[in-house]
């Protein structure tokens, strides 16, 4: 009798077991952080995202999403494409994170979008000397002007810079900020077109003095984290936005920005 009742009792405690390991494991996969979540991005958007000497991704981008992946119990994986190849991984859902993306209703069907968490402001960088940019009004006028415009070829600027591109031969598509800035003072183009915080950052370390970011804001737009719908659950999607909902409040996420952008950069 005293056998049976402690096998029993194993029985009962090996069963529980087997059911808890088991229940744990569907709610890690359908929580989506059984393994850790890739993200696909860029080497070089200072400072949102850029490689350090020693080959490690940091960025106040890539820092953010690590400390609220934390939070929720989630590692984090990044891999390296260019931008237009990160989208393409993204959608065939080889990879799971896209961040610094604007909204878009296509784009809403296929991923799910995290609360924002920044604020983006589109301007551009042109020489001191072109006096012509530099009492523009707007970018019609300096595109009817067939001024030679460096841009990136993935990122999204507004309603009129697409219909432009569409439109117009004067785009040049390059794939770094640096790059393009580089091509700005060697007049090869004559603006280019950029994140504001971006710009500013890479004028504080390209040693372009003649380089200025022009006061016209060409297109503003709330950013958020981009999670493909494939491979994340619609639960972890709610568990991330609570964490930074909770950033938000406390003032943290504002902090976080201060904390990892130049003094002469302002906080958007």
């Known amino acids: 009798m005293f056998k049976n009742t402690a096998f029993n009792k194993f029985s009962t405690y090996f069963l529980t077991m087997i059911f808890l390991l088991f229940n744990c494991q569907v709610i890690a996969k359908n929580f989506g952080c059984e393994n850790p979540l890739i993200l696909s ?21 890539i820092e953010l999403l690590r400390i609220i992946l934390n939070e929720v119990g989630c590692e984090l994986k990044v891999v390296h494409f260019p931008e237009r190849r990160s989208l393409f991984e993204l959608k065939k859902g080889n990879v799971d994170i896209g961040l610094g993306a604007s909204f878009n209703k296509e784009r809403a069907q296929a991923y799910w979008y995290s609360n924002q968490y920044r604020h983006e ?3 551009f960088a042109y020489r001191t000397n072109d006096r012509s940019i530099s009492e523009s009004t707007n970018i019609k006028n ?26 117009s031969n004067n785009f040049i598509y390059s794939d770094t900020v640096s790059k393009r800035l580089k091509m700005l003072n060697y007049e090869r183009v004559d603006i280019v077109i950029d994140d504001s915080i971006v710009l500013c950052h890479e004028l504080n370390r390209l040693p372009f003095p003649e380089i200025t970011i022009h006061s016209s804001v060409l297109y503003e737009t709330p950013i958020y984290f981009l999670f493909n719908k494939k491979t994340v659950s619609k639960s972890f999607i709610d568990k991330f936005n609570k964490a930074l909902e909770e950033m938000r409040i406390s003032g943290q996420l504002k902090q976080h920005y201060i904390d990892n952008l130049h003094v002469t950069c302002s906080v958007n």
Do not use: R
């Not at 070089?44 to 106040?60: L, N, T």
């Not at 595109?143 to 810079?161: C, F, M, R, V």
């Open 41 to 61: 991005s860029t080497i070089d958007w200072y400072p949102y995202i850029y490689m350090s000497p020693e080959g490690v991704s940091m960025g106040a981008d």
């Open 121 to 123: 402001i589109n301007q």
């Open 142 to 167: 300096i595109i009817e002007s067939d001024k030679i415009i460096a841009i990136n070829l993935a990122g999204w600027y507004g309603e009129e810079i697409e219909k432009a591109k569409a439109d």
